[in-house]
C-alpha cells in the first residue's frame, strides 16, 4: 500500500468515526427526548407511573448504547495521522475502541440496574402519592390501609393478602367520588437497609400462625437483596373478612399508629448474626416481641 492510500484510508476512516460517533450521539439524545415527549404526553398520573416504570430503564439502556458505541468511534479518532493502513496499531486501536465501548455499556448497566432504580422508587412514589382531582375539582384522600378495605371486594381483598396486587383508593369527601388504582404488589424492590440500593425483592413466604380453623392468620415474608445479599423479614396479618362484612361499613382510624408508615427493628445475636423485621403497626410489633426467638428465625 503506498503511502497516499494509507493517507487515504486514514482520512476516511476518520471521517467515517466523527460521522458515526456524531450521528450515535444524535441519536442517543434523541431516543432521550422521544423518550420524556412521550411522558409529558401521559395525563394522569397512574398512567404515568405505569409507563415510567415499565419503560424508562428499558429507554436509559439504549441511550447507554449507543453512547457506549460513540466512545468507540471517538478512540478511533486518536492518532489520526499515525493510523496508516489497517496494520498492527490499526488493530490495537480498534481493540480498545471496542474495550471503551464494553466498558462504558457495562457500568452504564450496573448504575441503571442498582443505583438508578433508587431515583426511580422516589419519581414513582411522587407520582403515586400526588394529589388526585376528583370529577368535580376537588382535592381527594388517600385512604389508609384499614380504611380502603371498605372499597374493595372479596377479590381485591385476596390479591392484597397474598401480596400480587396493591390497591390505592382515593375518595372525594364532598362528592363521596372513589378512586381505585390498582399496582403490582413488589414490581418495585423495596429499599436494602444495607447497601441502600432498590434492590429487596420477595424470596420466601411462610404461614407462622393459623386460626383456629386453620385459615393461615399471619404470614411472614423474607426478602433478599440482589446486590449485597443482607436478608430482612416483614409480618404481615391475613384478613379473613367477607365481602358482606365491608358494606356500609365507615372508614376506621387505628390511632395508635398514626402516622406510622412503617416501624423496623434489628436485631444483632452475640454470634455476629443479624435479622431485620418490618411491622405496620406498634400492636404487631409488641405481639413479635412477646414470642421473639433468634433460633427459630436464623
Known amino acids: 500500500m503506498s503511502i497516499q492510500d494509507e493517507l487515504a484510508f486514514a482520512e476516511g476512516w476518520h471521517n467515517i468515526m466523527l460521522a458515526a460517533a456524531i450521528a450515535l450521539l444524535i441519536g442517543a439524545l434523541l431516543i432521550f427526548l422521544i423518550y420524556q415527549l412521550k411522558v409529558s404526553l401521559i395525563r394522569t398520573f397512574k398512567e404515568k407511573h405505569d409507563f415510567i416504570n415499565g419503560a424508562e430503564i428499558k429507554w436509559l439502556k439504549w441511550v447507554a448504547i449507543l453512547i ?17 493502513g489497517p496494520g498492527v496499531s490499526f488493530f490495537v486501536r480498534l481493540f480498545f475502541s471496542i474495550a471503551g465501548a464494553t466498558l462504558v ?22 407520582l403515586r402519592y400526588a394529589p388526585r382531582i376528583s370529577k368535580a375539582g376537588n382535592k381527594m384522600k388517600l385512604l389508609s390501609e384499614d380504611e380502603e378495605d371498605v372499597h374493595l371486594n372479596e377479590g381485591m381483598q385476596a390479591e392484597e393478602n397474598i401480596f400480587s396486587i396493591d ?4 375518595v372525594d369527601e364532598k362528592t363521596e367520588e372513589v378512586r ?12 436494602c437497609n444495607n447497601c441502600s440500593f432498590y434492590t429487596m425483592r420477595v424470596v420466601r413466604e411462610e404461614i407462622i ?22 436478608v430482612r423479614a416483614t409480618q404481615f396479618n391475613i384478613s379473613h373478612k367477607e365481602s358482606d362484612d365491608y ?39 409488641q405481639k413479635f416481641l412477646a414470642e421473639f426467638d433468634f433460633d427459630k428465625v436464623a
Do not use: M
Open 180 to 191: 381505585i388504582e390498582k399496582y403490582q404488589g413488589h414490581l418495585i424492590s423495596l429499599q
Open 209 to 230: 400462625e393459623r386460626a383456629e380453623d386453620g385459615s393461615p392468620k399471619e404470614l411472614l415474608k423474607h426478602y433478599q437483596c440482589s446486590y449485597c445479599k443482607n
Open 68 to 84: 457506549g458505541i460513540a466512545a468507540a468511534c471517538g478512540i478511533n479518532l486518536y492518532g489520526k495521522d499515525e493510523i496508516g
Open 247 to 285: 358494606k356500609h361499613a365507615k372508614p376506621k382510624h387505628k390511632k395508635t399508629s398514626k402516622n406510622i408508615e412503617l416501624i423496623r427493628i434489628d436485631i444483632h445475636s452475640v454470634l455476629g448474626g443479624k435479622k431485620t423485621f418490618e411491622f405496620q403497626s406498634v400492636e404487631e410489633v
Open 167 to 170: 390497591y390505592d383508593v382515593w
Open 105 to 126: 455499556i457495562y457500568i452504564s448497566t450496573l448504575i441503571l440496574q442498582y443505583y438508578y432504580p433508587t431515583r426511580l422508587n422516589k419519581k414513582l412514589r411522587r
